[in-house]
């Protein structure tokens, strides 16, 4: 299969030009124009690394809940000042979220292409891969990200500005992001890899901080997209995943009830995407990779949309080339367990 | 009574600090700690050996505009725009021409416009350029290298001496290069390190230069805060171990997954 034709080789090129922007963007335009695009980019871009090109909107997020908000509260004070900037960060963050949806995980998320690059080494290592998780353990760590969301991103920081908790709640999610030490780390920096001993506090966040990373580094050379399952941003997608323009459409058919190899492709084990008898199966936990529509075997059912336009349509012929090229780069390693079943 | 101490201590500290430069600016003592959360509110500056200099403001869209001075103290107010702003002093008298520049992170609208341009803008004739100015999420650190361009009438001043004075007493002579740039390690000067980035007061510096030509003498001079380096309670090499067991635990993990699937 030509690599033109291949979605996941395209999408891979569009994750590595994503990443080589959001970690070193600021080197093609400017230092100072780093921050300024937009502020609120609907994925892990890390304004501690000093070469990006772009914010995460969780940071301003976490700084408007905790500076803002929270002492307004307790002053009882809301005024444009207070209001404003949080709906011009989630106004700029709902600009950029329609045109591409929940694509901004599964094509543009540095964190994102970082475990799937591991996951490709594993694989190349012949680690004996999972690549599907247990049912129940998904459905364990599927709130997860609901939790890192309300507790990180909104509760602790508002918490922090209203005197409930200390400054080491201001900016929970960032003391524990893995993509802060990522992308400083990829733009040669190594201070935001460190313990820091200043208070009980920030120890606890940086251990955090840390294992997790560690724990990233190794789990995504076994298993597909880890931290992603617990990712905050996804939840934040996920709520506003209806007014996004790239839409995953399916045409249910009784084959499908047989086959069920869309959910086996699918690096978030959605199985949903196989027993869903709806036609929108834009799922909370997708990352609008396409795997599922390359997958499926069968002649327009599964579609990626943009709008009304199909970006990509399931077809038995492509599905075959597909599977052909899968093989052929997972080589003579151990059949996958989705291999095995199939 | 111990703000009163306090208050006194900033003050002799300030004024014996500055006693040793030029004309240059250094954030006027706050009536708190902690300057708040207010974006907007105004943030006061005092200019020091300053009598008679005319100020500025230059807003990011490179537009002046005038300030009044009240006893060497300036209050910088929202200009509605968001980015750097710079505050200029100037003082002619003779041939010798001063200026004192300093920038400001002032919330609002977005500017639309790159803070390279207010720092590229020729706001005397000679002058001590920041490349690049540490911006938001970053900032001066003690013990981190810094690196400055002189420029005359727009031009590069090739081998230029920079003094560099602190508020914490340090002081240094730089030499700039053939491009005019020159790279130093800010000092670690710093005393009474409290753990912890809220503990520890910024310290300011003074960059100042001096270029005489055509009879005319013409000084400058640039001021920022620098903060405490955090690697004082920042330890990389313990974030390096836990991230080492933090793969183990991934190891331990995976090793579990693969026994349980085998049985």
Redesign the interface.
């Known amino acids: 299969m030509p690599f033109w034709k291949n979605l996941s080789v395209i999408r891979k090129l569009v994750q590595l030009l994503a990443f080589v922007f959001l970690v070193y963007g600021s080197v093609f335009i ?7 695009l937009s502020g609120a980019f609907p994925a892990l871009a890390c ?2 690394d ?1 070469q990006t090109a772009d914010y995460c909107v969780l940071i301003p997020l976490q700084h408007q809940f905790g ?2 908000l929270g ?1 307004a509260i307790n002053a009882g004070a809301f005024g444009m ?1 207070v209001i404003m900037p949080i709906l011009t960060t989630l106004a700029t963050f709902l600009i950029l979220f329609v045109l591409l949806n929940k694509a901004f995980c599964g094509w543009l998320c540095p964190l994102g292409f970082f475990q799937e690059v591991l996951g490709m080494i594993g694989q190349k290592l012949r ?2 891969r ?1 690549d599907s998780l247990d049912s129940k353990l998904v459905d364990r760590i599927r709130p997860a990200k609901w939790l890192m969301l309300g507790l990180l991103v909104v509760l602790f920081p508002l918490a922090s500005g209203m005197g409930f908790a200390g ?1 080491e709640l201001g900016d929970p999610f960032c003391k524990i992001c893995p993509s802060r ?1 990522l992308t400083s780390l990829a733009a040669g920096q ?2 935001q ?7 009980t506090g ?1 120890m606890i966040l ?2 955090i901080a ?10 995504s ?2 298993m597909r997209q880890p931290f992603c399952r617990i990712c905050p941003m996804l939840a934040l997608h996920a709520m506003f995943r209806k007014v996004g323009l790239v839409r995953l459409v399916k045409n249910y058919t009784p084959r499908c009830d047989k086959c069920g190899l869309c959910a086996k492709a699918c690096p978030m084990d959605i199985r949903e995407i196989h027993t869903s008898k709806e036609k929108d199966i834009l799922f909370p936990d997708c990352t609008l990779c396409g795997r599922c529509v390359e997958f499926c075997p069968d002649k327009d059912v599964m579609t990626m949309k943009y709008a009304v336009i199909p970006i990509i349509v399931s077809d038995p012929q492509y599905f075959k080339e597909r599977n052909r090229a899968q093989k052929a780069w997972e080589g003579k390693q151990k059949p996958s367990r989705r291999a095995k079943k199939a | 009574m111990i703000r009163t101490v306090i208050g006194a201590t900033l003050i002799v500290a300030l004024f014996s600090f500055t006693a040793q430069a030029a004309m240059h600016w250094s954030p006027a003592p706050m009536k708190h700690g902690h300057g708040g ?1 207010d ?2 509110a105004g943030k006061p500056f005092v200019l020091t050996e300053g009598a008679g200099a005319a100020v500025t403001l230059l807003t990011p869209k490179l537009v002046a505009k005038p300030m009044s001075v009240e006893q060497a103290r300036v209050v910088v107010t929202s200009t509605g725009m968001d ?2 702003h710079a505050l200029v002093a100037t003082r002619s008298s003779g041939d010798l021409h001063e200026s004192a520049i300093r920038y400001v992170y002032m919330f609002g609208k ?1 500017s639309g416009e ?3 341009d207010i ?1 590229a803008y020729e706001k005397s004739a000679l002058e001590i350029e920041p490349s ?2 540490a ?4 900032r001066y650190l003690s013990d981190t290298e810094v690196v400055f361009k002189v420029r005359y009438k727009g031009q590069s001043l090739p081998l230029a001496i920079v003094t560099m004075t602190t508020s914490n007493g340090g002081s240094a002579e730089f030499k700039a290069d053939e491009q005019g740039v020159v790279r130093f390690t800010l000092p670690e000067d710093f005393s009474d390190i409290k ?5 520890n007061r910024p310290g300011e510096f003074i960059l100042s230069a001096r270029y005489e030509e055509g009879g005319g003498t013409h000084l400058t001079s640039f001021s920022s805060a620098y903060h405490v380096n ?1 690697n004082h ?4 090499g ?3 171990a ?10 331990l ?2 090793v579990c ?2 026994r349980k ?1 085998k049985s």
């Open positions: 400017g230092f100072y124009s780093a921050d300024k304004a501690y000093a500076h803002l002492p000042s680690l004996n999972t400054h030490i190594l201070n890899l460190y313990i820091d001993t200043s208070s920030y940086s251990i840390d294992t997790f990373f560690g724990l990233i580094l190794v789990l050379l076994t | 959360h974006r907007h980015n750097y977005p790159s803070p390279s720092m690049p100015y911006r938001e999420h970053w753990p912890g980035r809220m503990a955090p309670w920042q330890s990389t313990l974030g390096v836990v991230v080492a067991a933090g793969m183990l635990i991934g190891g993990v995976f997954k693969r699937e």
